[in-house]
T-cell receptor, first 114, second 116 residues
Framework: DAKTTQPPSMDCAEGRAANLPCNHSTISGNEYVYWYRQIHSQGPQYIIH???NNETNEMASLIITEDRKSSTLILPHATLRDTAVYYC???????????????FGKGTKLSVKP | GAVVSQHPSWVICKSGTSVKIECRSLDFQATTMFWYRQFPKQSLMLMATSNEGSKATYEQGVEKDKFLINHASLTLSTLTVTSAHPEDSSFYIC????????????FGPGTRLTVT
C-alpha cells in the first residue's frame, strides 16, 4: 500500500471549514483513499473514501486531485467535537487475511478552537 | 452503519493474571477481525488478524502464546492477555471487516487495560 504524508497538527476555528491535506504521490491506479478519525480514548471512526472522483457524505467531503497524488478532507463546519486525530490511508480494498488490515501513520491532530 | 462492540471498556488486573477482551460485530457477520494495540501518544499498531474458524495470524514481534485469539463465531472474536505484566498496559482496539466492497473496517470503542 502506498505511503501517505500528513501535517502533524492543525488548528481550526469553530464553525469554519477544516481542510486536512494528505499527500500520496506513489498511489497506484487501484488504490483507494480512506479517511478515519480517532477521538481521544475511542476507537477510530470511518469518515469517507474515494478512488478518483470527489466524494461527499454527511460527515465530510473528499477532494482528490486529478493526478491522484494528493487529497483533502473537508469538514465544512467544524465543531469542538471534531477535535481528533485524522488518518489518511491509501490501500486496495481487500477482504480477509492480513492484506485487509489498515496501516495507520501518525495522522493529523486537528484542534477545533472556540 | 455497522456497529462493533468491545467488552469490557476498561479493566484493571494484577500482574500475572489473565484478561479476556471480547469483540462483537452487532449487525453484520465478519469472517475477519483485527486486533490493534495503541500506547499513549502513538498510533495504532496491528497485533493480529483473527479469522473465523482458523488460527489467528500474528504480526512480527507479537507473542502468540501470550495474546490468545479465538474467533469462534462470525460475530465474536476474543483476545486473552495471559500472564499480564505492567508493560502490557495499553489501549486494545478491535475492528471487523464489512462484508461488501470497499471492505470498510468498523472499529470497536477500545478496551483500556491497566496491569498493576
Amino acid at each position: 500500500d502506498a505511503k501517505t504524508t500528513q501535517p502533524p497538527s492543525m488548528d481550526c476555528a469553530e464553525g469554519r471549514a477544516a481542510n486536512l491535506p494528505c499527500n500520496h504521490s506513489t498511489i497506484s491506479g487501484n488504490e483507494y483513499v480512506y479517511w478515519y478519525r480517532q477521538i481521544h480514548s475511542q476507537g477510530p471512526q470511518y469518515i469517507i473514501h474515494g478512488l478518483k472522483n470527489n466524494e461527499t457524505n454527511e460527515m465530510a467531503s473528499l477532494i482528490i486531485t486529478e493526478d491522484r497524488k494528493s487529497s483533502t478532507l473537508i469538514l465544512p463546519h467544524a465543531t469542538l467535537r471534531d477535535t481528533a486525530v485524522y488518518y489518511c490511508i491509501v490501500r486496495v480494498p481487500r477482504y480477509g487475511g492480513s492484506q485487509g488490515n489498515l496501516i495507520f501513520g501518525k495522522g493529523t491532530k486537528l484542534s477545533v478552537k472556540p | 452503519g455497522a456497529v462493533v462492540s468491545q467488552h469490557p471498556s476498561w479493566v484493571i488486573c494484577k500482574s500475572g493474571t489473565s484478561v479476556k477482551i471480547e469483540c462483537r460485530s452487532l449487525d453484520f457477520q465478519a469472517t475477519t477481525m483485527f486486533w490493534y494495540r495503541q500506547f499513549p501518544k502513538q498510533s495504532l499498531m496491528l497485533m493480529a488478524t483473527s479469522n473465523e474458524g482458523s488460527k489467528a495470524t500474528y504480526e512480527q514481534g507479537v507473542e502468540k502464546d501470550k495474546f490468545l485469539i479465538n474467533h469462534a463465531s462470525l460475530t465474536l472474536s476474543t483476545l486473552t492477555v495471559t500472564s499480564a505484566h505492567p508493560e502490557d498496559s495499553s489501549f486494545y482496539i478491535c475492528s471487523a471487516v464489512g462484508p461488501l466492497p470497499p471492505y470498510e473496517q468498523y472499529f470497536g470503542p477500545g478496551t483500556r487495560l491497566t496491569v498493576t
